[in-house]
């Protein structure tokens, strides 16, 4: 069965940094775009960052543009987010989510296999 | 940046019920759209995805259809494990938006 294990989240005062991490295993990490999502307490799903299977390109919302910065690694199938500059109304619980089909030409969707990983921005 | 509209906010039903979603982005997304469902504490689940795949390992009362500016998901007969907030998102353009939620209560 598919895995998909975020981790790297905490608490961190605004302004600050965190680099999170999901570690994919059970499918062809390299054949699959790979997105951020983000629930934050008591609202609704928040598309963050996009990367495409072979990261040759990526895409972010606005609020975080500049700001994080989506990568991987296929050689050890683990996709990341750099976080720099965080403010309170980034604090969330963040997930990382596999497209439901391989490929660079199929719909993009956020299959969640993980819990996720909370990140606290407060002073 | 392309709005995504639910109806209702909220609905209530028996057990066994057939449950209609509707959700209408603000223009059209082609067949871009996916349905997710949202359980208090956990991850959200895909359901559909391209406005009428069923994800793999999800039930087959679940059911997507619709194009361009209306969607709906369709529960065939609602299940006591189906109490949950179902959320709409398009993927034709960044940002990938998502609608409010409707969220399905039992009567």
């Known amino acids: 069965q598919v895995l998909l294990e975020e981790s790297g989240g905490g608490v961190v005062q605004p302004g600050g940094s965190l680099r999170l991490s999901c570690a994919a295993s059970r499918f062809s990490f390299n054949n699959f775009a790979m997105h951020w999502v983000r629930q934050a307490p008591g609202r609704g799903l928040e598309w963050v960052a996009f990367?495409?299977?072979?990261?040759?390109?990526?895409y972010y919302r606005d609020s975080v543009k500049g700001r994080f910065t989506i990568s991987r690694d296929n050689s050890k199938n683990v996709l990341y987010l750099q976080m720099n500059s965080l403010r309170p109304e980034d604090t969330a619980i963040y997930y990382c989510?596999?497209?439901?089909?391989?490929?660079?030409?199929?719909?993009?969707?956020?299959?969640?296999r993980g819990q996720g990983t909370l990140v606290t921005v407060s002073s | 940046d392309i709005q995504m509209t639910q109806s209702p906010s909220s609905l209530s039903a028996f057990v066994g019920d057939r449950v209609t979603i509707t959700c209408r982005p603000s223009q059209s997304v082609s067949r871009f759209l996916n349905w997710y469902q949202l359980k208090p504490g956990t991850a959200p689940k895909l359901l559909i995805y391209a406005a009428s795949n069923l994800q793999s390992g999800v039930p087959s009362r679940f059911s997507g259809s619709g194009s361009g500016t209306e969607f709906t998901l369709t529960i065939s007969s609602l299940q006591p494990e189906d109490l949950a907030t179902y959320f709409c998102q398009q993927s034709l353009s960044i940002p990938f938006n998502f609608g409010t939620g409707t969220r399905v209560e039992m009567k």
């Open positions: 989510a596999k497209n439901p089909e391989g490929g660079s030409r199929v719909p993009n969707a956020f299959d969640v």
């Open positions: 990367i495409r299977d072979d990261a040759s390109n990526e």
